[in-house]
């Protein structure tokens, strides 16, 4: 469905570096359209539901607790290819691995704290889109 749109996240530890700012910047001269935004905080267990995914991998916990331990912002992004450029944008999820300028390589702190969400397809952007936001809220 949603082939232009994916939903990002700017992260706990990122909001927390003051970081917003950059990174939206970051996010419009690659030629991203903000659809949907909203600064909000995640409980541990919505947090949990989120990352539902990753609920076997080794560092689950450590991420539902990062990810609900302070402020993030979450928003719907348009632009052609909207998913793909959108992981090339932000880098590698380890940002010693990110490509120079991505996302990740500028801000991240680690491969845990690292600054930003990106969804992988475009059935998970839509997922993740309305898990943040309800129908009214995404034009
Ligand atoms: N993560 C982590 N340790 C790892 C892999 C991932 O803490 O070894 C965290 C990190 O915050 C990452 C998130 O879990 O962004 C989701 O992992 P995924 O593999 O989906 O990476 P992404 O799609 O965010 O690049
Ligand atoms: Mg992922």
């Known amino acids: ?62 991420l539902v607790e990062y990810m609900s331990s302070g402020p993030i912002v979450a928003a719907i992004l348009e632009k052609d290819n909207a998913v793909a450029d959108f992981r090339t944008l932000i880098g590698a999820t380890d940002p010693a691995e990110a490509a120079e300028g991505t996302i990740r390589a500028l801000y991240a702190e680690s491969k845990a704290k690292n600054a930003v969400h990106g969804s992988d397809s475009d059935e998970n952007a839509e997922i993740e889109g309305n898990f943040f936001f309800s129908q009214v809220e995404r034009p």
């Not at 659809?35 to 995914?53: H, I, N």
């Open 1 to 62: 469905m949603a082939t232009n749109r994916t939903f990002t996240m700017v992260k706990p530890d990122a909001v927390e570096a003051n970081n917003i700012g950059n990174i939206l910047a970051k996010i419009n001269e690659a030629g991203f359209r903000i659809v949907a935004m909203k600064y909000t905080r995640l409980s541990a267990e919505q947090a949990g539901k989120f990352y539902e995914v990753h609920s076997e991998r080794p560092f689950y916990g450590e």
